[in-house]
């Protein structure tokens, strides 16, 4: 009953106060409303409380702070109200208005401003009116934040003002989590604390579930089945968030396979030509960023938010250049001879990588990262990094337009002819060695792309290839020859295997179990998942 | 009938090849040991297991020789095998520092104690025995490559999708070393060896000794290849690398011949590997790296692929180069051997020592060369896309 009505007193009073608050909004606190709390007794000190408070200035939150922290002094000399914190044997001082330094004075020259416990609550509550009701959105959240980690029963009325008139429904959450925390420590009726466990558990978070395990030992025996069903329910649920949060993982890491394996898909499954330099090209791709942007920052820093988008067609262009010359130079005098072509392109590699190390060093080189694709978005229980969805975004891109090319325009036609059958498709007055070179250049330039999507999420070094290249034949060799739709099935399953995975035997055991595993599926299917069928396979 | 396969495999090259082996084992700690510091042959200590470093690599590339020149199968892990030789080789030489490790342990290796073990992990029980060693040295590449290769013939994995599955297979050991609670040391490896069989390794005596005992396992796997190439499995071995499916259509057994060379294979180069640690005197898991096993592939290719002597010729002749030319120009280092990839198999397929036997036959009436691998099914066939609809 009492309970009841001291909240039915604070609504009442937050109540004015909340239709105080606007109104005085616009007054400035000033330093003889300050100093007016160094005179006087006890009686005098609240009236000037109330004076600063209903000024409504946020600066005189950290002033009341520091008088219930027992850290404002009045200065003897002049009788001006200072912050004063101990350095040594002395205090260095500080304005309370404006935080000015104010230099040091002995302990003897002030005289600290007398507190007790029924001031350190009103302060607590006008600090609370300051916060809770503030008009920033931030402060808001902070304090409800803190109050929920206290926990202080004397900030009850408070909240539930504050509650009521909350709008934001993330704050609006911290602040029922807190009420109900609030509820289960005061001597509140069964009831009252069951409805407050219930709404706990609603809350289905990290927060909740440190609440009710807190709460676990302290609340009355009745009520511990409750509080172990919310915690079965949240765990339950954070469960079913953590397996999404996993897939979501997955499908990010997927992505980047898929990206970094589709242009060794068009060469090594579309062509048979094993290119061990697949690797370098996506480097080149990246280093291609890394110098557009330097080039920006030199002649165009306005245009530094769109590096990217400059970067992506510079990069396929360069390395589907790059791509062309290596078909012209040495691939075409190997075609039938896999394993010589896989020796020769293994040798380009280790030429590009020393050349791009002999020109931008063995370092990594900083490249930034757009605005656009810096924090992260949360869903629900997840958290997905920004540069993480785009690459998503544009993994799926590229593949849907390589897929584009291949079945809906000449060259692509051209390509699956000569792949097919090769003397038939030269009869048809199909220009062969011309087509080999455009689909090896479009090879490269995909793995090129690649590149521009890596620089957001790995170092941007001559060994950037390396890491990739033994993944994106996994990756191929996995989803099946000769298949897009396979790669990108392969990708994906093995993205998400690897981050189910991780939490159970680490990142590298986990890693290394794939690749067993790859390696026992190849033994089952030793023409990956989707193989094809029929003479195609082996004349 | 064993006398009868020697007796074959002592055809003129090998006898060559043999003698001039132990002509080495021989002359190379004579010319360290015997003769006096200032004589113009003496060879300094350094030299030594330099050379013999050089030697069992020379060893591996002649096991990859065996599978790559004769079989076909294009091994990308072989580095794996040698690797798990010296890991072997390493462990019983680690078991042999007793208490005069850092920490003092008589059991324990120092990492051990550093990775707070307490007891020794049971897989490194025996190792404090040489000959237990010795069979494990054996043993470990031989079964793993039995197995690998037993799955992977008989699902008939050929080709590129072999190559890139063995890379793949020394990739994941080599992620799986570099663990530090694998009980092998972690990325440190094993090292600071003092002993072998009571003979301290850092000496010059048992450097010769090693480096002899290099040369003669050398020279006996020569044997041993040329014995297997000489006789009929050597013919369908090769059968097998110029035409699989016509092999088995004839009623070969393609996979066993496949698996029985593999294994060889893989056993020597488990032995070139247990060799080798003692001599350099660290065994890590970068060993392991896909890169080197596709540096063994090199040194055969340049060598000469399927002749045997090409591989320890090519084996040794880039060592050495690489010796030279990081120490010289370390930042060209990578160029020359990019280089060296793509020029050989443009214009060198048949390697050095191949290419000298073309040049001197070329006199002689044309005869089958089998030195070169023709065309083979399905993997130099273009593969296809999906038919448009």
């Not at chain 1, 009710?212 to 089945?225: C, E, G, Q, S």
């Not at chain 1, 097919?420 to 330039?445: E, W």
């Not at chain 2, 080798?276 to 065994?283: D, L």
Request: glycine fraction near 10%; aromatic fraction near 10%; hydrophobic fraction near 50%.
């Amino acid at each position: 009953m009492a309970t009841r009505l001291l909240r039915l007193i604070g609504v009442l009073l937050a109540c004015l106060v909340l239709a105080a608050t606007p109104a005085l909004a616009q007054s400035q606190a000033n330093a003889a409303m300050v100093d007016a709390l160094g005179q006087g007794g006890f009686p005098q000190r609240e009236a000037a409380i109330a004076t600063l408070v209903a000024t409504g200035d946020a600066r005189v939150v950290p002033i009341l702070q520091a008088l219930s922290d027992g850290n404002l002094y009045t200065r003897i000399s002049d009788g001006k109200v200072v912050i004063a914190a101990k350095a040594g044997s002395a205090f260095a001082l500080k304005g309370p208005l404006d935080g000015s330094e104010l230099g040091t004075a002995a302990a003897g020259d002030l005289d600290k401003i007398k507190i007790n416990n029924g001031l350190r609550g009103k302060i607590r509550t006008a600090i609370g009116q300051m916060t809770l009701l503030s008009t920033d959105r931030a402060t808001r959240l902070s304090a409800a934040q803190s109050i929920l980690k206290t926990a202080d029963p004397t900030t009850f009325e408070l909240l539930q003002t504050a509650l009521a008139a909350e709008t934001d429904p993330q704050i609006k959450s911290v602040m029922e989590l807190a009420e109900a925390v609030i509820v289960l420590k005061t001597d509140a009726t069964l009831e009252q604390k069951r409805a407050a466990i219930q709404t706990v558990a609603g809350h289905g978070d990290r927060d909740a579930l440190t609440v009710l395990t807190a709460a676990l030992t302290t609340v009355p025996d009745a009520l511990k089945p409750d509080v172990q069903a919310g915690i079965d329910a949240i765990n339950r649920q954070l469960q079913l968030w953590s397996v999404a949060q996993n897939l979501a993982y997955g499908v990010s890491l997927g992505s980047v396979l898929l990206l970094a394996a589709i242009g060794l898909a068009i060469t090594f499954g579309v062509m048979g030509v094993i290119n061990m330099a697949h690797g370098e090209m996506v480097m080149l791709g990246a280093y291609v960023t890394f110098v557009v942007q330097q080039l920006l920052q030199s002649y165009a820093p306005g245009a530094m938010e769109w590096s990217l988008v400059i970067a992506v067609p510079a990069a396929f262009l360069f390395t589907g250049l790059v791509g062309i010359a290596i078909e012209r130079g040495i691939i075409r005098w190997l075609y039938g001879r896999p394993l010589e072509t896989l020796l020769a392109t293994w040798g380009l590699s280790l030429i590009l990588q020393q050349a791009v190390r002999s020109i931008f060093g063995p370092t990594n080189r900083p490249v930034l990262i757009p605005q656009w694709m810096t924090g992260q978005v949360s869903l629900g229980g997840l958290d997905i990094t920004w540069n993480r969805l785009w690459i998503l975004v544009f993994a799926i891109l590229v593949f849907a337009a390589l897929q584009l090319v291949l079945n809906r325009t000449p060259l692509g036609l051209q390509m699956r002819a000569v792949t097919q059958n090769r003397r038939m498709a030269s009869a048809m007055g199909i220009r062969t060695p011309f087509v080999d070179a455009m689909t090896f250049g479009l090879g490269s330039g995909v793995a090129g792309l690649a590149g521009v999507a890596l620089t957001q999420i790995d170092n941007v070094s001559p060994n950037l290839g390396q890491g990739y290249i033994i993944d994106s034949f996994m990756v191929v060799v996995f989803g099946g020859v000769g298949n897009l739709w396979g790669t990108l099935i392969g990708a994906l399953s093995i993205g998400v295997a690897n981050k189910f995975m991780e939490p159970y035997f680490g990142a590298v055991l986990g890693k290394i179990i794939i690749l067993v595993l790859i390696i026992l599926f190849i033994q089952r299917r030793p023409r990956g998942l989707f193989a094809l069928k029929g003479r195609a396979v082996e004349p | 009938m064993i006398s009868a396969m020697l007796l074959r495999a002592l055809d003129r090259r090998a006898v060559w090849l043999v003698c001039a082996l132990l002509l080495v084992a021989l002359a190379i700690p004579f010319a360290n040991l015997v003769l006096p510091e200032g004589h113009p042959l003496h060879l300094p200590n350094y030299l030594v297991p330099l050379l013999g470093k050089y030697m069992s690599y020379a060893m591996l590339a002649l096991a990859l020789d065996l599978v790559w020149g004769y079989c076909g199968i294009l091994s990308l892990g072989h580095g794996a095998f040698f690797a798990l030789g010296g890991y072997a080789m390493g462990m019983y030489l680690m078991r042999q520092i007793g208490t005069r490790g850092v920490y003092g342990n008589p059991i324990l290796p120092d990492f051990m104690v550093f990775l707070n073990y307490k007891t020794l992990p049971w897989f490194w029980y025996g190792f404090d025995n040489f000959w237990f060693a010795c069979l494990m040295v054996v043993l470990v590449p031989g079964v793993l490559a039995f197995v690998f290769g037993f799955l992977a013939f008989r699902s008939r994995v050929t080709g590129v999708y072999l190559s890139i599955i063995t890379q793949a297979l020394t990739y994941a050991l080599m992620l799986a070393f570099f663990r530090n609670d694998f009980g092998f040391g972690g990325n440190n490896g094993l090292t600071d060896y003092k002993d072998i069989l009571g003979f301290n390794v850092l000496s010059a005596t048992t450097r010769g000794a090693l480096f002899a005992a290099t040369c003669i396992a050398l020279a006996v796997a020569v044997l041993v290849c040329s014995a297997i190439v000489n006789s009929k499995l050597g013919k369908v071995m090769v059968a097998i690398r110029d035409a699989e499916s016509r092999t088995r259509f004839l009623g070969y057994r393609v996979d066993n011949v496949k698996l029985f060379a593999f294994v060889v294979s893989a056993v020597i180069a488990g032995v070139a590997g247990a060799l080798y640690v003692p001599q350099v005197g660290i065994i890590n898991p970068s060993e392991f790296e896909p890169g080197n096993s596709i540096e063994i592939v090199i040194w055969t290719a340049v060598g000469g692929r399927g002749t045997l002597v090409g591989p320890i010729v090519g084996g040794l002749l880039l060592n050495f180069g690489k010796t030279v030319f990081t120490s010289l120009w370390p930042d060209y280092w990578l160029f020359a051997l990019g280089g060296l990839f793509v020029l050989v198999t443009l214009f060198l397929p048949k390697g050095i020592v191949g290419t000298i036997r073309d040049l001197l036959a070329r006199k002689a009436p044309p005869r089958r060369d089998n030195t070169q691998p023709e065309a083979t099914g399905a993997e130099d066939a273009p593969l296809v896309t999906e038919p448009a609809e």
